[in-house]
């Protein structure tokens, strides 16, 4: 009696030695795990450099659009969102010092208006 339960005992913890022993490898059996490595330019490498006149960009309920994009944004969304359109809409990569200006209703937001000066990024 007491062999039949040795060896499921035995069976038992040979299997779970055997599956915590387990290592990752191809059909090949070697390792196939791949390193990428970006190899591109760090943050300081780039200067921002204006690229023409102050520009204005505003959101605004009145149109469908607009009421769809501010509904239910808070002012810090709202800013971000206007200043993202402007810089998509000029084919800027940033704005240069943004100022913002908007129209409140309690907590919501009836018009965004942001103004500030197109940048593009150059390689210094």
Known sequence: MKHPALRLLAATSILLLSASCATRTGAGGYDTSL???????????????????????????????????????????????????????????????????????GSRILRITVDGRPGVYRVK
């Open 35 to 105: 390193g990428v490595y970006a190899t591109g330019r760090s943050a300081n490498s780039y200067d921002l450099v204006p690229t023409g006149d102050r520009i204005t960009y505003t959101i605004d309920i009145s149109t469908p659009e607009g009421r769809q994009k501010l509904h239910r944004l808070s002012l810090d969304d709202a800013k971000r969102l206007a200043e993202t359109e402007a810089s998509r809409k000029y084919n800027c990569d940033r704005l240069i010092d943004p100022r913002f200006d908007y129209l409140k209703k």
